[in-house]
């Protein structure tokens, strides 16, 4: 039965709102989370940047240090072409359905 249609005093409406309380709670920890994976990779890669500025300009020279940033990036980049489809696959595409169906469950929940 359609919850639309279900009576007002029905359980599954009771435990479909305590769901929906609980994954709005669990977003906000997640995008707390998100934020703080992202203010880190931001720090990690301004300090590489710094140290490769500084090994270049006062510790080696260019020549030495170009072979050592090339093969650095070179291998970040691959790794990273590597590993964001495998991301993009297994949480931004169906997170429109779930997002589709959540906001359902709100209205049904929210205007009986």
Known sequence: ????LAPEDDPIKDELKRL????EDIDVQAHKEVRRILWTGLGLAVGQVG???????????WD???PITYFFHQHY???????????????HIPRSDEE???LQAEKIVIEP
């Open 100 to 102: 589709a169906f959540s």
């Open 20 to 23: 929906l309380e609980q994954k």
């Open 51 to 61: 140290l490769f500025f500084r090994l270049t300009f006062w510790e080696f020279s």
């Open 77 to 91: 980049y691959s790794y990273m072409l590597c590993l964001l489809p495998v991301h993009f696959k297994r949480s």
């Open 1 to 4: 039965m359609p919850l639309a």
């Open 64 to 66: 030495v240090m170009e």
